[in-house]
């Protein structure tokens, strides 16, 4: 049983993570830096502890130093939220051989997508559809030839310990395979202190459609839909939403038992999502995220689920709550990224919060960690809201999107409102008719007018 958690985060996940805690009757510890001091996070737990300076990798990753807060709060459990050590194999191990309850999967999955030769090597084996590529790591130049000319260029060198597009090359012939491998491989050396590189068949107009997965570590399983992420600008996610405009009922049920067998296949535990390059109606896996993502309210919005509240249960030992037969689809739901940025340049605004306030009403929801007389922090990063919609279809989503933006009050520092505003009255945002190249092309093209 849980009875206190810890929770190795700041910001709006901070806040959600306490809410599912104390909807449950579950105490919260909340550690922050110094630079969050007066945070809401802070605020709203049962008990805070500072630890470390402002910078994240003395404070949000230090290890030590939040196994102590653990220790010295007696916390039961630790849920580590997105980022910082969500999806950190090390840490998860060390909280374990603390007995302290890891609030998302067994530190070995973790560790297997991390790596994302390895991810693929395991989504194969538990048939998950591929893009074309290597069969593994990449080992010399006439071994990538041999696996560009068979699968046809352009092809795209991959960092092993890539992701999230870090140490990724577009090779367009053979002639430049040999000097863009080399180049690959020494960004990744350098960004990640490991040079292993794969090679895949390059997609060029796919979208971006991503499974909410759940275990519960016994191998028992279920999808919760998919969620569209082609609207993102330099790989940060600034819209999404579900269901995802270009899936039929009978795509996503069909694509949707391939995920779920997969994970139960895997005997995963917690929240996870699989990622796919979706083209031509096919779905190719590439990735998969082992933590709970910024963008789950818009399923928990579809399917009416905590996604929160059930990692803690399966984090505490129980089943899941429901089958794949239980779980039910209903209406549309849009998240917008709010970011303190200019919304022209995406320069950084952090600086205080003078007037806030949220919208409301039927189908809208605000996760935000932002109140009034707030000093944004410079440390961390710029997302301040994010404001889910919900409707009985997507127009109505729409709708209430627009008019919820029109309520949302933030001043004194700038935000990406103005830019979803925009996005909202597109014809081809309308229609649903977008590719994961899609926002940058409409950025540069409003950047020009
Ligand atoms: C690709 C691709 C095209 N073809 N793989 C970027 C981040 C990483 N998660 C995978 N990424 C891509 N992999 C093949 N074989 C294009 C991208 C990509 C992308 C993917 C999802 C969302 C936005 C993107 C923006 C640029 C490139």
Known sequence: MIRKILIANRGEIALRIHRAAHDMGIKTVAVHSTADADAMHVRLADEAICIG???AADSYLNVANIIAAA??????????????????????GIVEQHNIAWIGPAPEHIRTMGDKVEAKRTAAAIGLPLVPGSDGAVTSVAEAQKVADAIGYPVLVKAASGGGGRGMKVVPDAGSLGPLMAQAKAEAKAAFGDDT?????????????EFQVFGDGKGNAVHLGERDCSLQRRHQKVLEEAPSPA??????????????????????RGAG?????????????????????VEHP???AITGLDLVAMQ??????????????????AGHAI???????????????????VDFHAPGGPGVRVDSALYAGYRIPPYYDSLIAKLIVYGDDREQCRMRLKRALEEFIVTGVKTTIPLHQALLDDPDFIRGDYSIKWLERWLAARAEA
């Open 53 to 55: 300076p402002p910078p």
């Open 71 to 92: 220790e010295i709060a007696q916390a039961d459990a630790i849920h580590p939220g997105y980022g910082f050590l969500s999806e950190n194999a090390r840490f998860a």
């Open 197 to 209: 590189v794969y090679l895949e068949k390059y997609l060029s107009e796919p979208r971006h459609i």
């Open 247 to 268: 899936l039929s009922p009978a795509q996503r049920a069909e694509m949707g038992e391939v995920v779920r067998s997969a994970v139960a296949k895997l005997g995963y």
């Open 273 to 293: 999502t699989m990622e796919f390059l979706f083209e031509d109606g096919k779905f190719y896996f590439i990735e998969m995220n082992t933590r709970l993502q």
């Open 298 to 300: 818009v399923t928990e």
């Open 312 to 329: 803690i249960m399966v984090a505490a030992g129980e089943p899941l709550p429901l089958t794949q037969d239980e779980v039910r689809f």
């Open 335 to 353: 998240e917008c990224r709010i970011n303190a940025e200019d919304p022209a340049t995406f320069a950084p605004s952090p600086g205080r919060v």
